[in-house]
């Protein structure tokens, strides 16, 4: 692959196809070192996959906007042309300034007490994102596909015609006067700051399923298994307080059981397989509970599946976590890590969205003790815990019940 004079692009290692970070070699003389941005030490499968999707951007295989939803939703692909991400831009959320939609934005503006969520920070919907992929991590849920802030260009993104003609100038005094082209800090588009999602194959939305599982059973131990990953759901969503969960917005993966030889028994007969995904998580983590016009209720809760008591495996696989003082603390400053980088970062509202989540939480603990239900569970009481330090330094929580309910209860 031929470079022209002063370029920084970066040649592939034939020997290991790009799978090593190390494996970048830059040419034309510039001493600067393969792309650092995007590179998580920490989890180098999702670095090789996040270069995947760049080096398909520089070879113009471009991310997709998807036809649903009232955002900037990316389908990413890799050089080979297939899915392997979906990325949301900070700045092509749903009231964000540059959204392909528009019509979010006059939905707001028009009716503010039926859209909008004055609950939430504005424009941090891809930390929501990344944060519940971190609870589902740290609780070891495996529900929600793995989620990170990472930065990309790509013409396809929605950029202002001021940034548009930028890059174009760029390009044209690179082309013909390298040497000052050289200069630029950067050709090109600005890289965008938003959430990576891992993308999620052979899954429908849940409603689909749960239309056909109403008029057909499933065999006792899927339903077993479904019923257990169904309350993972509902962990998830009540911990860091969803407002935006529908039957239409997380996935299920139902594969068949094969058919077996004449020769085998019916002990080899296999039941069919059920997987879930919890994906759009990006309207979570309130600072506040809803107390205006809405509820946003958690639509999983009229299902049959929320009227069964909480079952004892997921009691042992959550309960003494989130019964620990140093986890909850521990969720608490790798959540402060995660959304502290944001530009309009502010701590004070940080720990109000913190004390929601605590007081979450605590209800859950409480749910599991008395063996209630998820329908029982959405029913409590809210809790705020606030955190406060005393004359000596130590912090001090205080729970507070006070609520003032939304004017719609059932929206």
Known sequence: MAAGSGDKTKILSEKHNGNSMEDYETIEGHAEGPPTINVFKDDVEFSHLVRDSETAIECGVHPELSSKGSSGCYFIRNVEGKIIGVFKPKDEEPYGHLNPKWTKWMHKLCCPCCFGRSCLVPNQGYLSEAGASLVDQKLNLNIVPKTKVVKLASETFNYTAIDKMKARTKKNIMNRVPAVGRRFHRIGLPPKVGSFQLFVTGYKDADYWLRKFDNEALPESTSVHFQNLFERLVILDYIIR???????????????AAAGTPDEGWDMIENPRISIAAID??????????????TYPYHWAWLSQAKKPFSQEIKDLVYPKLDSAEFVQGLCEDLYELFRHDKGFDKATFEKQMSVM???????????????????????PVVTVERTSNLVGYPRFTQSFAHRAPFFSWC
Not at 242 to 256: A, C, F, H, P, V
């Open 281 to 294: 998580n990006g309207l979570a983590f309130p600072f506040k509970h809803p107390d205006e016009w809405r």
């Open 358 to 380: 605590r007081g979450q939480i605590i209800n859950i603990q409480r749910a599991l003790q008395n063996g209630k239900s998820p329908v029982e569970l959405v029913q409590m």
């Open 242 to 256: 969803n407002t935006d969960r529908g039957n239409d917005n997380w996935l299920i993966k139902y594969e068949t």
